[in-house]
């Protein structure tokens, strides 16, 4: 079945980088998506890459895509104590609009 | 500018009791989904919709149940509340396949 893997927890220093790391399992995925979550907050879209994509810059996030070994990771560069949030990755399932999510990785941010 | 609401945002109500969970967009989009997020599970499907008078079972369906009588609103009710079904609900639109899926601010549920 369709299964998407996070890492729980990350810590990192302000001015760091952060990279999270996610697996999918279901090699037919179209789209891949990161959400950020805040605390007491609905999930907000950070970004998304298309399967034909290995790459996606966006200021300070990078998406990285590998599709033959179905891992996708999100490099926030610079990390401010204003990334500290739950991030969710997320597939896009096989009926082709559900979203299949991670179990979110908690990143934690210090000073 | 258009939106997805949800409401409550926070309701306590007791075991056995029904419950109706609203959720509201007006962007006119046809996919509409219910999650609901708990500790250690991320984000688990509930029901879902593609259209008016059209609704599927999602992950984790079983004691909910969704109606769609418009394209702007998908009420989420849950029958006989359980202790189990306490949790954050959220719910989502969708305009078309393939595309970005955007998320209401959620509602916090607590069956004692």
């Known amino acids: 079945g369709e299964d998407v893997e996070q890492s729980l927890f990350l810590s990192v220093r302000e001015g760091d980088s952060s990279v999270i790391n996610c697996t999918y399992t279901?090699?037919?995925?179209?789209?891949l998506y990161w959400y950020k979550q805040e605390p007491g907050a609905g999930l907000q879209l950070l970004t998304y890459?298309?399967?034909?994509?290995d790459m996606k810059q966006d200021q300070r996030l990078t998406v990285l895509l590998n599709k033959k070994d179905k891992h996708l990771s999100l490099r926030i560069a610079d990390t401010q104590t204003g990334d500290s949030a739950i991030y969710f990755c997320?597939?896009?399932?096989?009926?082709?609009?559900?979203?299949?999510f991670g179990k979110g990785t908690t990143l934690s941010v210090s000073s | 500018d258009a939106e997805i609401t949800q409401s409550p945002r926070h309701k306590i109500i007791e075991t056995g009791r029904q419950v109706t969970l609203a959720c509201h967009q007006t962007?006119?989009?046809?996919?509409m989904f219910w999650y609901r997020q708990d500790l250690g599970h991320g984000l688990r499907l509930i029901h879902y919709?593609?259209?008016?008078?059209?609704?599927n079972k999602g992950e984790v369906s079983d004691g909910y149940s969704v109606s769609r009588s418009n394209t702007e609103d998908l009420p989420l009710t849950l029958e006989s509340a359980a202790s189990s079904q306490t949790s954050v609900y959220f719910c989502?639109?969708?305009?078309?396949?393939?595309?970005?899926?955007?998320f209401g601010p959620g509602t916090r549920l607590l069956v004692l």
């Open positions: 890459i298309f399967s034909n994509m």
């Open positions: 997320a597939e896009l399932g096989q009926a082709g609009t559900a979203l299949i």
């Open positions: 279901d090699s037919s995925s179209t789209y």
């Open positions: 962007w006119n989009h046809n996919n």
């Open positions: 919709s593609y259209g008016v008078h059209d609704t």
């Open positions: 989502a639109t969708l305009r078309a396949h393939g595309e970005t899926q955007y």
